[in-house]
């Protein structure tokens, strides 16, 4: 099982660029061209939320438009720049969001399960998930025990050290006090800080994937403001094989030439 993410590709009605300046559209079509290029093929595409820049039903039909040519499944979660009852109605063909509540749901991808958690708080930059989500976590990873389960939300349940926990999941102990329960959940994926970062948390492997087009500046000294730099993005595979487990790769989006190859 091969399975592709990215995150945060903030697509603006029309694919204009976002804050003026980022051609966040060519920015995706750059991740798309990456993933299109692997080889094995990937089984599905993983989507840890903000799609959208600005909230719009364009930028979810234009988002859908440039994956499309990936032919293969793709798995989303709200992230706070979504728009819930937008993100249900592009989605809704798909098959697996709920038609009500909250954006949680879970699927089973051949060898392992995702289960997806909508951690948006309309109109805010951080993150929630009520006792009545943690309630459905703990009954669905219970229902799952005997199969590897990747988690995925759009904020950070865990603390990073960084400046960004400002604006993570404001209930990430309760998250973390469902997920340590269980030994199948092999690891947490998340977006949102537009920084690659990993960590050990509730019991198991917490991991932060990079935007697909700008990311958030490194500090951990915690100043004032937050300063966006546009470093390399990137996408992550993970592989599951049932004989080695999870193992996941950072892959620079882009051509890179091949300066040598043994024989």
Known sequence: MLLAEITDTHLMDGGVPAYGSIDTKAYLAAAVATIAALTPKPDALLVAGDISEDGTAGSYALFRDMVAPLGMPTYVVPGNHDARELMRRAFAADGYMPNTGPLDYVV??????????????????????????????????????????????????????????????????????????????????????????????????????????????????????????????????????????????????GPFECVHEST
């Open 108 to 253: 089973d991808l051949g060898a392992v399960t995702l289960v997806a958690l909508d951690t948006l708080e309309e109109g805010e930059p951080f993150g929630t998930f009520s006792a009545e989500q943690c309630t459905w976590l703990g009954d669905t990873l219970a229902s799952r025990s005997g199969k590897p389960a990747i988690v995925m939300l759009h904020h950070p349940p865990f603390p990073t050290s960084m400046k960004m926990d400002e604006i993570g999941c404001r209930d990430g102990d309760a998250i973390g006090a469902v997920i340590e329960q269980f030994s199948n959940v092999e690891i947490i994926l998340s977006g949102h800080f537009h920084r690659s970062m990993h960590r050990n948390w509730a019991g198991t492997t917490a991991n932060i994937c990079s935007s697909t087009a700008h990311q958030m500046g490194l500090d951990l000294a915690h100043r004032p403001g937050f300063k966006v730099f546009m470093e390399p993005p990137q996408i992550q595979l993970l592989h599951w094989h049932e004989k080695t487990g999870l193992s996941v790769h950072q892959v620079p989006i």
